[in-house]
């Protein structure tokens, strides 16, 4: 059964703080990806990658970064936090290839950014 | 720029009754598409998909419909039961490039009255 946790369930930060979001996917997958889901909005791409020390943009990068030293580690950074980034966050994996469309998400961060 | 889109945020069916969900797509390049479930204080979860080159795929009681000239999609329950109570979330990949980023829509909320 495949296992994505995320590192907290709930977390309140101030403006400008430096904020870790932890992902850690237990089936060896290549992929993983951040979303940021919103009302509204649907799921939004923040940043994904393909393989270790690998990244990409996804469709709203601004204000985030990630770091990817271990293929089954995926952590999203915010490097000073803003009310706007108030948001649910929720981390995926899959395998490369022709099952990449098949994503394994986590349960989600509830971020509020004070 | 919305390239997927559910113009539903919500819905409500009687339990034992058909649940119709629909989703629209407006790039031409998308060749396959999914749906997932998402339940609350959940991550997402896949349901079914489809190729571009079927237009229906059917499991159980959900079936997927596609209609590539309309450039829509929909997903049928049925019957409709308590435990579907959800959103759904419609999403479009570009396989043929490899490309293995998914594109979500906006979310249609299901509430299923008993």
């Known amino acids: 059964d495949v296992k994505v946790t995320q590192s907290s369930r709930y977390l309140v930060k101030r403006t400008g703080e430096k904020v870790f979001l932890e992902c850690v996917q237990d089936m060896d997958h290549e992929n993983m990806f951040w979303y940021r889901q919103d009302p509204g909005l649907g799921l939004r791409l923040i940043y994904f990658s393909y393989d270790v020390k690998m990244k990409e943009k996804g469709d709203i990068p601004e204000g985030y970064s990630v770091s990817r030293e271990k293929k089954e580690r995926f952590s999203l950074i915010l490097e000073s936090a803003s009310t706007n980034q108030t948001s649910m966050y929720l981390c995926?994996?899959?395998?490369?290839?022709?099952?990449?469309?098949?994503?394994?998400f986590g349960p989600g961060t509830r971020l509020t950014v004070l | 720029d919305q390239q997927v889109k559910q113009n539903s945020p919500s819905l409500s069916v009687q339990e034992g009754r058909i649940s119709i969900l629909n989703c629209d797509y407006t790039n031409s390049m998308f060749d396959y598409f999914l749906w997932y479930k998402k339940y609350p204080a959940e991550g997402p979860t896949f349901l079914i998909s489809?190729?571009?080159?079927?237009d229906k795929n059917e499991d159980g009681r959900f079936t997927v419909f596609l209609n590539k000239s309309a450039k829509h999609l929909s997903l049928h329950i049925v019957p409709s039961q308590p435990g579907d109570s959800a959103v759904y979330f419609c999403a479009a990949s570009i396989r043929v490039f490899g490309n293995e980023k998914l594109t979500f829509g906006t979310g249609t909320r299901l509430t299923i009255i008993p």
């Open positions: 995926a994996s899959s395998f490369a290839g022709e099952q990449s469309d098949t994503q394994y």
């Open positions: 489809i190729s571009s080159i079927k």
